[in-house]
């Protein structure tokens, strides 16, 4: 039966499910649902503890044992060996990342993340830059750690552990309705519990890791503790302690059932492996996803029905099963003669106007018929919202006690993602995310290789590429944003054109000189793009679609036009004259073109180096 819903889970929201699994693998929360790059995650689990629990202790043996490279960097740092070690142990980290194969290759973006993060190499140079300018390194040594440990501890808690909960969450919601909203990804801020989603998920890790000190405690306390996130994302209100003990009580007699439950997935791992991990991604991921979800539902409903301590908190039943016409129809109340009402046509604006904002959601400008419109829009779009919650296609938030729109009416504005941009919006998110992609790939190269360059084709601190691609995913997929799942393999696909299209031109343009290639790499074509780098444009599209994007808009929306306007004017003669000027004396050199000849390997950045 548990195999049962889960297959029907999967088959209604299969292209949901694969993406929603795909980001936990890239933030590397699961070990379940990782790929064979299940190393290359940003910080491994056992490693993470030893960061944190380690930082002052002299323990060579123990160090040697874990091999823990930014452990021991850190414990160099900390008795003031910072010449001889600090290279031993880059040099020893550039070996085995070198003989390691991730993804079928032993490059590319999540072999550069993990340097990074891990070597120690970024925690040596910037201490020797701030010890530069403090001049004291017993007190850079104490500023760099308790920096490490603030942003560890930050990405760790408040993205990570959060994204499990809104993992549950969202997989819980497409057991039992058809269509589960984008702003599911935000539901424990539009709740207004990320903060104590986070406190609770830290106690729990508290509590198991001084239960891994025991002999068998970790072990057991793991199946103990394994329904927290799912608790918490029917419940989020709950306190730590609540949470974790009713976890424990809901697991009492089930923790063996779960275990022999568990092995029955050896098959599909083997297969995962077999597959280079792409069975993991298509399948095995979302369908153990579905599968511990049906767990948690069977668990919940005998647990209820024994009056399991603590089940009366478990509350949400509209999560698993859908409400009744007459509930919802009180629900809804308000609003229900607004949604029966036969759907009103929003007036589009005329001419070319109107063509660019309903295909490509462009606006020339915010003027008031504009706002006037967007504001229309905005309105039919709730009014839809409503009516497929109320004809039960969709959770009904307003039976939750949780109501987004009752709890964060702001959010749901500034993160409105169906939203049309205007040209100067564009324009300010095209240069903002060319710069950042500039500061990306440059920051990179500095970690390492130790030395500024200047990335891209340009002389100017902008990678266009990058800018291009957010243009084209916020414009040119614009009708496709409904559907998620189709917006990531569209811009999957979009994302294949605009790189191996660009490496193109710049080969034509420049007697055949490169700026990247994926040579070697999992299905690479040409060395121009890859399979890796393409998979990160698609949940980066993802996020600049539905997240960023909107965040941006609404930052540039405040600022005057009479202002605005002169900025971008500025920017785009800037930009110009730089394309122009490095169209005949291009950016190369070390670091940029010239790996082949130093022998040196590209750095890891989304596009090795992109212009």
């Not at 500023?143 to 808690?157: G, K, M, P």
């Not at 971008?568 to 005949?584: A, E, G, K, Y």
Request: glycine residues 8%; neutral net charge; charged residues 20%.
């Amino acid at each position: 039966e548990l195999v049962q819903g889960a297959l029907k889970t999967v088959r209604r929201h299969y292209w949901m499910l694969v993406l929603v699994c795909l980001i936990g693998t890239v933030l590397g929360i699961e070990n379940e649902e990782n790929l064979d790059i299940a190393e290359l995650r940003f910080g491994m689990e056992q490693e993470e503890n030893l960061q944190i629990t380690g930082l002052f202790v002299e323990l060579p043996e123990e160090l040697d044992r874990f091999n823990n490279p930014l452990l021991r960097a850190i414990n160099d740092l900390w008795n003031g060996n910072v010449e001889r070690p600090s290279q031993d142990i880059l040099d020893q980290k550039r070996e085995e990342l070198a003989n390691r194969k991730y993804f079928g290759g032993s490059a590319g973006v999540f072999t550069a993340a993990v340097r990074v993060m891990t070597s120690g190499e970024l925690l040596f140079l910037i201490y020797q830059e701030v010890n530069g300018i403090i001049g004291s390194p017993n007190v850079t040594t104490i500023l760099l750690i308790i920096l490490a440990a603030a942003l560890y501890i930050f990405i760790w808690l408040f993205i990570k552990e959060v994204y499990v909960v809104i993992n549950r969450r969202i997989v819980l919601e497409a057991r039992t309705y058809d269509k589960v909203p984008v702003a599911r990804f935000l539901f424990p801020l539009r709740v207004k519990k990320w903060c104590q989603t986070a406190w609770t998920l830290f106690v729990k890790e508290g509590y198991y890791l001084l239960w891994c000190l025991t002999i068998v405690g970790g072990v057991i306390k793991y199946f103990s503790y394994i329904l927290v996130p799912y608790v918490i994302a029917e419940n989020p209100s709950l306190k730590a302690n609540e949470a974790i003990t009713l976890s424990r009580n809901l697991m009492k007699g089930k923790k063996w059932r779960l275990f022999t439950l568990m092995l029955t997935f050896l098959g599909w791992d083997l297969l995962r492996v077999a597959t280079l991990g792409l069975a993991g991604i298509f399948f095995v991921g979302p369908y153990k996803a579905a599968f511990l979800a049906e767990f948690y539902a069977d668990v919940r409903e005998d647990a209820i029905r024994r009056g399991v301590p603590g089940s009366e908190r478990l509350k949400d039943e509209f999560l698993y099963r859908h409400a009744n016409e007459a509930l919802i129809a009180y629900a809804y109340r308000d609003v229900l003669p607004i949604i029966n009402q036969p759907r009103a046509k929003v007036e589009s604006l005329k001419g070319v106007r109107g063509f660019l904002a309903d295909k490509f959601g462009i606006l020339l400008f915010n003027t008031i018929e504009e706002e006037e419109y967007e504001r229309r829009r905005s309105e039919q779009l709730r009014v839809e919202k409503w009516k497929e919650e109320a004809r039960g296609e969709a959770y009904p938030t307003r039976m939750s006690g949780l109501s987004p729109e009752q709890r964060r009416k702001g959010i749901g504005e500034i993160m409105f993602y169906m939203r049309n941009y205007s040209v100067p919006s564009l324009i300010m998110i095209f240069f903002a995310f060319a710069f950042i992609g500039w500061v990306w790939e440059v920051c990179l190269h500095l970690v390492m290789d130790g030395e500024f360059v200047n990335r891209g084709v340009l002389a100017g601190p902008w990678l266009p590429i990058y800018g291009c691609g957010a243009l084209l995913a916020l414009t040119l997929l614009k009708t496709l944003r409904e559907k998620p799942w189709l917006e990531f393999l569209a811009s999957i696909f979009m994302s294949g054109i605009v790189e191996y299209g660009t490496s193109l031109y710049l080969e034509w343009t420049h007697d055949g000189q490169r700026w990247w290639d994926y040579t070697g790499y999992f299905l690479n074509i040409n060395g121009r793009i890859c399979a890796e780098g393409l998979l990160v444009f698609g949940l980066g599209c993802m996020g600049i679609v539905y997240f960023i994007g909107p965040v941006l808009d609404s930052i540039f929306r405040r600022v005057k036009l009479k202002i605005l306007t002169p900025i971008c004017v500025v920017l785009i003669v800037l930009f110009s004259v730089d394309m122009i000027h490095s169209h005949d004396y291009p950016n190369t050199g070390k670091g940029i073109t010239d790996y082949a000849a130093t022998g040196e390997e590209a750095p890891g950045g989304i596009s090795q180096g992109m212009p």
